[in-house]
């Protein structure tokens, strides 16, 4: 199986910032795209940022110019550097990876979520 354990979260003022890691171990073969993801009080989870194998990013608008992503390919770590956070920012933060396991007749693509870290931002 494979685990994600996100860390870094925290409770900080408006403008300040926080920097989110996210570990995945287990029974990996390869890791494909990895992400974070946030859900607010009675909103749906959605996705922040996203980085594929080859480092190319995308972001959620609301977030560009102030969130960086970024990954540790040896370590099978993915980062999210926050900036000039805001109060709409507070929310439980979901590490995501699609990782491909090793089987006994080959190989298995499988989607994990680590168990979310949450991030207050004070006005």
């Known amino acids: 199986q494979v685990q994600l354990v996100e860390s870094g979260g925290g409770l900080v003022q408006a403008g300040g910032s926080l920097r989110l890691s996210c570990a995945a171990s287990?029974?990996?073969?390869?890791?494909?795209?990895m992400a974070w993801y946030r859900q607010a009080p009675g909103n749906e989870r959605e996705l922040v940022a996203r980085?594929?194998?080859?480092?190319?990013?995308n972001y959620a608008d609301s977030v560009k110019g102030r969130f960086t992503i970024s990954r540790d390919n040896a370590k099978n770590m993915v980062y999210l550097q926050m900036n000039s956070l805001k109060p709409e920012d507070t929310a439980v933060y979901y590490c995501n990876a699609l990782v491909t396991t090793p089987q006994a007749m080959g190989v298995s693509l499988g989607n994990y979520w680590g168990q979310g870290t949450q991030v207050t931002v004070s006005s």
């Open positions: 980085v594929t194998t080859g480092s190319s990013t």
């Open positions: 287990g029974n990996i073969f390869s890791i494909n795209a």
